[in-house]
Nanobody, 122 residues
């Protein structure tokens, strides 16, 4: 059974930090990524990581503030979010790609979690 379970979302003040996690089970992957969707807006790419080599790629909007990392043995990916801004407020989704080694494209990801809410207040 394929599962992706996010956790760690919550409310944080602007300038603060938060770490969200995603635990995967039931499949093997080549890459995992984070996407986010704010109310009334399209889902957008945030970060991705290659599962074997650890190569990362970030959206320009979060580069220098967010860090994606992984624990291969636990099949878990993390997103450390620092210097949070109100515009970072969104539902954050974890995704896994079983074929692509790294990608910023939604259609390359096969499995998706249900999301975790991150709210940044002024």
């Amino acid at each position: 059974q394929v599962q992706l379970v996010e956790s760690g979302g919550g409310l944080v003040q602007a300038g603060g930090s938060l770490r969200v996690s995603c635990a995967a089970s039931g499949f093997s992957m080549f890459a995992m990524g984070w996407f986010r969707q704010a109310p009334g807006k399209e889902r957008e790419f945030v970060a991705t990581i290659n599962w074997s080599g650890g190569i990362t790629y970030y959206a320009d909007s979060v580069k220098g503030r967010f860090t994606i990392s992984k624990d291969t043995r636990k099949n878990t990916v993390y997103l450390q979010m620092n210097s949070l801004k109100p515009e970072d407020t969104a539902v954050y989704y974890c995704a896994a790609a079983s074929r692509s080694s790294i990608s910023y494209r939604e259609r390359e990801y096969d499995y998706w979690g249900q999301g975790t809410q991150v709210t940044v207040s002024s």
